[in-house]
């Protein structure tokens, strides 16, 4: 007989269906091998499919992990906050809950008026010349190329437009291995624009990319001379997002819709 698994498709960073980035989440009672984690994710082809399990210490309400259809991530922004959409909406009387992560540390999701204010940590990038990463996108000139450590390149821009018309090299990118590119510049809609393409993880173009706000953050408060401002990830799905340093964290606001409830026999 399958085992019958929950599963809630959600749009995280979405005011309505069909825009920010999709996510599944699936509640278990333990692990899965990981090899059953990965096929999962892969059978859902969506960006991120997160997995959670009741945490038997203290430090948090939930453990997480998250696989993309290609390999597990140390940080992924809108499945935490599809997953804190899950809990939250699941229980009425809960106003926050804390996700303990292998990599990222304790995350949370709180409520905030109809959406909710999700707590990341600041991975602040530093200057680092990026000429592969710079060609395989196709940019002409950056104004300022970063890198963190984790593996996310900033390369910023000087207008949204150029933000808007890159066309990279998909192929050239996937070559650089499991890498973050995200192209940067003033907004013309918002105070920040960005578009994020991860080949590397069999994802072309994310639509909406918390992790990279986690990058993103630390670089536009400062550049910007404020610790809170509005961003817009201008996929074709598109996602509004709202950013605001904290010391070591960065607190992303934003919306979730959900989209799909079923069983997934396995």
Known sequence: MSRRLPITQIDAFADRPFTGNPAAVMPLDAWLDDSVLQQIASENNLSET???IPDDSDAADFELRWFTPAAEVALCGHATLASGHYVLASDPDRDQVRFRTRQAGILSVARKGDGYDMALPA???SPKPLPEIVAALGVAAATDTLWHERGY???????AAQVRALKPDSGALAKLGPIVAIATAPGDTSDVISRVFTPGFDIPEDPVTGSAHAVMTPYWAARLGRNSFSAFQASKRGGDVGCRLAGDQVILTGRCVTMLEGVFLL
């Open 153 to 159: 390149a900033l390369i910023v821009l000087e207008r």
């Open 50 to 52: 997160a997995f959670i």
């Open 123 to 125: 991975w602040g990038p």
